[in-house]
T-cell receptor, first 109, second 114 residues
Framework: RKEVEQDPGPFNVPEGATVAFNCTYS??????FFWYRQDCRKEPKLLMS???SGNEDGRFTAQLNRASQYISLLIRDSKLSDSATYLC??????????FGTGTRLKVLA | NAGVTQTPKFQVLKTGQSMTLQCAQD?????MYWYRQDPGMGLRLIYY???????DKGEVPNGYNVSRLNKREFSLRLESAAPSQTSVYFC?????????????FGPGTRLTVL
């Protein structure tokens, strides 16, 4: 079993739709969780950190479920510019992070 | 501010050749990382440097060496390139080795080994 697992997609959604991704992780000792966005042939960039209480940034909401060991990302009112690959990242120790393979999102006009 | 820069952007090597990938940051960050990204796999840590003067192995260090030249620069060397090292290489920096701190990535180096 992979340490971090994501559905690779692609998720094809129309503009304005709401879409959600989940990511499961295996290390119950992990303390830090992130969603990064990666555009085609570009570097990953932080979208948001995921806190225990859940957090929201505009149209994006992240949740953490420690009991079931998964994090989620909800995108409301999808825009064409949201088309990208979303990487789930979980820490494994202070300097070690496990990256998921990413979930590809395509927002269609 | 340039953030994190990497050179070269693209490189083609023949099996057995050597090369050094350069990474520099102007963010005054303490920690630096080298990752590789392959299709169907998440980014994998090759080496990291918690602070100037220290380096440690990551998940996939075989075939690579690193040098933390100073606080700004962290280089990755392939002594004898192999086709299995064909990949996209990303350098990243982090303010300090606190696990909740964001990592900032450079634009990547696309390496092909023939």
């Amino acid at each position: 079993r992979k340490e971090v697992e994501q559905d690779p997609g692609p998720f094809n959604v129309p503009e304005g739709a709401t879409v959600a991704f989940n990511c499961t992780y295996s290390n119950s000792a992990s303390q830090s969780f992130f969603w990064y966005r990666q555009d085609c042939r570009k570097e990953p960039k932080l979208l948001m950190s995921v806190y225990s209480s859940g957090n929201e940034d505009g149209r994006f909401t992240a949740q953490l479920n420690r009991a079931s060991q998964y994090i989620s990302l909800l995108i409301r009112d999808s825009k064409l510019s949201d088309s990208a690959t979303y990487l789930c990242v979980v820490n494994k120790g202070t300097y070690k992070y496990i990256f998921g393979t990413g979930t590809r999102l395509k927002v269609l006009a | 501010n340039a953030g994190v820069t990497q050179t070269p952007k693209f490189q083609v090597l023949k099996t057995g050749q050597s090369m050094t990938l350069q990474c520099a940051q102007d963010m005054n960050h303490n920690s630096m990382y080298w990752y590789r990204q392959d299709p169907g796999m998440g980014l994998r840590l090759i080496y990291y440097s918690a602070s100037e003067g220290t380096t440690d192995k990551g998940e996939v260090p075989n075939g690579y060496n690193v040098s933390r030249l100073n606080k700004r620069e962290f280089s990755l060397r392939l002594e004898s390139a192999a086709p299995s090292q064909t990949s996209v290489y990303f350098c990243a920096t982090q303010l300090a080795g606190v696990s909740y701190n964001e990592q900032f990535f450079g634009p990547g180096t696309r390496l092909t080994v023939l």
